[in-house]
């Protein structure tokens, strides 16, 4: 079985097998039912017609589940944590047309964010536990998702940027308007002991696409908030998110700057 497609498939399996069980199961309740009506009025002939019917599908029900269970073949803990879930994952998510990518242990797929938690068998979608992991409805889970505008406050996350960026000038003795990394910035909103596991990185990087998306620009106190690219995608410090459109985006710096008096 192919790596790539084998919880989909071991539980497709489980399902198609489960739903031959309950046909199985419907006939051993109909069985069982005769054989009621059947002592209710005293019918001993067919009673026990009923009674061996019940007792033979019974025993092919039996085997069923037996073979239902052996079949589920797969330790999902540790396929989770080796990594191949994720890798499924994507791959079910680039069939079905939803760009996902994976960055900094995390699976990003605009606007989730996505993490294995193999311990739990489970995985968490912006902080939230999911227990439904099989890939097809995951992605489609991701993919509803996307069609809901986001819960994001962008004039909230404005405040807190400037807060930020105003802390980052001011420790580099820096001119106060003057271009600031993004990372840095990151790491002061994170200071507090558990704060960078708290609020993460691509977490971050995500905030600051809705940012960008939104169009807010101006502070409350009038400051302007400019974007800043990196001379290169391999610069440190540059942070990465996905788009809405799929695509990669990438952030580097910003600045804040006062508006010039007429």
Sequence with gaps: MESMT????????????????????????????KAKAAAASGQVRELRRALDAATAVAAELSAAVTEIRNGYDIDESAYLASGDYA????????????????????LLCYPSIV???????????????????????????LAAAQQRPPKFRAEQFLESLAEGYDLVVARAAKKPDAVARLVDIWAVLTLLPGQAKEY????????????????VRQAKDGRTLRWHASSGTRTAGVLTTVARSGQQQLYWGVSFTARVPQ
Aim: proline fraction near 3%.
């Design 200 to 215: 993460t990185r691509p977490e971050f990087a995500r905030d600051l696409y809705l940012l960008d998306q939104s169009g």
């Design 115 to 141: 993490r294995v938690v193999p311990g739990d068998s489970v995985i968490e979608i912006d902080r939230r536990r999911e227990r439904r992991l099989r890939p097809s409805v995951l992605v489609g889970l």
């Design 6 to 33: 084998r919880f989909e498939s071991v539980l497709g399996t489980t399902q198609d097998s489960a739903e031959d069980a309950l046909k199985s199961a419907g006939g051993l309740t109909r069985e069982l039912r």
């Design 87 to 106: 890798k499924e994952l994507l791959a079910a998510a680039s069939d079905r047309g939803v760009a996902m990518f994976e960055e900094d242990e995390r």
